[in-house]
């Protein structure tokens, strides 16, 4: 019996992760998707956003495909989350074609990607391979390396030199793990930026993966599968900061805080309040959803750094409870604070 090919998606925070999978179901040419999401925090915003993209509404059985793991990263829960999911999925395997797992944008790869070698999933499951978002506005407003060119010349002037932060590691080793590097919203940076930004992460990934740009994470599904590249057997090649460790640790201080919200908000006054908070705290990731006053549809709410953007994705049903849910990634957050500031800037 073959093998069920898995997608590993992964990207740090915001980098577009679910928009991509979102479009992916809803032009499956066919296929047969579960989706596997890994959120950071409590509430499932991803899971529940790809619920809502429609497909669920013309397949009864989509809805049971989509399952969520919130009680930590994919690459530190493997035992106690991962495996016991992927069995279940592995029962089902005359229902599905293919698995998409979607990473918390704090996870590593790699010792996912290990996971496949377990007797529990080995041979009903490969990784087909690893496809790493990256956000290339971040990219070029030095979020995850300082200055590109001034450490690309340090890198050529000392190959041992250290890396910088927790953070910069982890986004090397996702660039490193990666089939292919897709660059989301270069379409907001100019030519010569995109240029910048394009090679120097071509010094980042191994020889041959292929960057490619995409926007609202539109991408022929023939583009995003079918690597075949059973990655857990040639994970050697793929160079890790945390090759030597036993276990990763995590930057302690980043946290998820979950604010579910009696009130009512314009999503301009939000993003304005919140752009103002982050001159005081440090705001990784925003995302959630926003009762509008005199608005029927319920509107999705993200955020990546000082940058916000929103759309309406479907009416409030009935009997669900119109109430806005946000959750907010970042350091050091008191979940008090942010309340309190951001019903300053409430409707009602």
């Known amino acids: 019996m073959h093998k069920l090919p898995v997608t590993v998606i992964t990207g740090f925070l915001g980098a577009g992760k679910t928009t991509l999978i979102r479009n992916l179901l809803l032009n499956n040419q066919g296929r047969r998707i579960a989706v ?8 499932g915003i991803d899971g529940e956003l790809l619920r809502s993209c429609g497909v ?37 395997r005359e229902q599905i074609d293919c698995i998409v797992i979607e990473t918390s944008g704090l996870a590593l790869p790699k010792p996912l990607v290990q996971a496949f070698r377990r007797p529990e999933i080995r041979t009903g499951a490969t990784v087909d391979g690893v496809v790493t978002l990256v956000d290339a506005v971040a990219v070029a407003a030095g979020q995850f390396a300082t200055d590109l060119d001034a450490l690309e010349e340090q890198r050529q002037a000392d190959d041992s030199l250290d890396h910088e932060t927790p953070i910069e590691e982890l986004f090397e080793d996702q660039l490193a793990c990666a089939d292919l590097v897709l660059l989301s919203k270069i379409d907001c940076l100019s030519p010569e930026e995109s240029d910048r930004v394009r090679r120097w992460l071509s010094t980042q990934v191994r020889s041959g993966v292929p960057i ?22 040639n994970l050697e090649q793929r160079p890790s900061h945390h090759d030597h460790e036993e276990e990763h640790d995590h930057d302690d201080a980043i946290a998820a805080v979950h604010l579910n919200l009696d009130a009512e908000w314009q999503p301009e006054a939000l993003a304005e309040r919140l752009q103002a908070l982050q001159q005081s705290q440090t705001l990784y990731r925003v995302k959630g959803f926003l009762a509008v006053p005199g608005k029927s549809m319920r509107l ?17 049903r009935s009997p669900e409870e119109r109430r806005s849910q946000l959750v907010v990634i970042g350091e050091d957050l008191n979940a008090e604070v942010l309340q309190s500031a951001l019903n300053s800037v409430a409707v009602s």
């Open 56 to 92: 669920c509404d013309e397949d009864e059985t989509a809805d049971s495909n989509i399952l969520e793991l919130a009680n930590g990263c994919l690459c530190c829960t493997v035992q106690e989350e991962f495996l016991p999911t992927m069995q279940t999925l592995l029962q089902r």
């Open 36 to 43: 596997l999401v890994n959120e950071f925090g409590e509430v």
């Open 300 to 316: 999705v709410f993200q955020g990546v750094g000082p940058r916000f953007d929103w759309f309406y994705d479907r009416p409030w």
């Open 212 to 233: 490619v740009p995409v926007t609202n994470g539109q991408l022929d599904s023939d583009v995003l599968l079918g690597f075949n590249a059973a990655v857990e057997d």
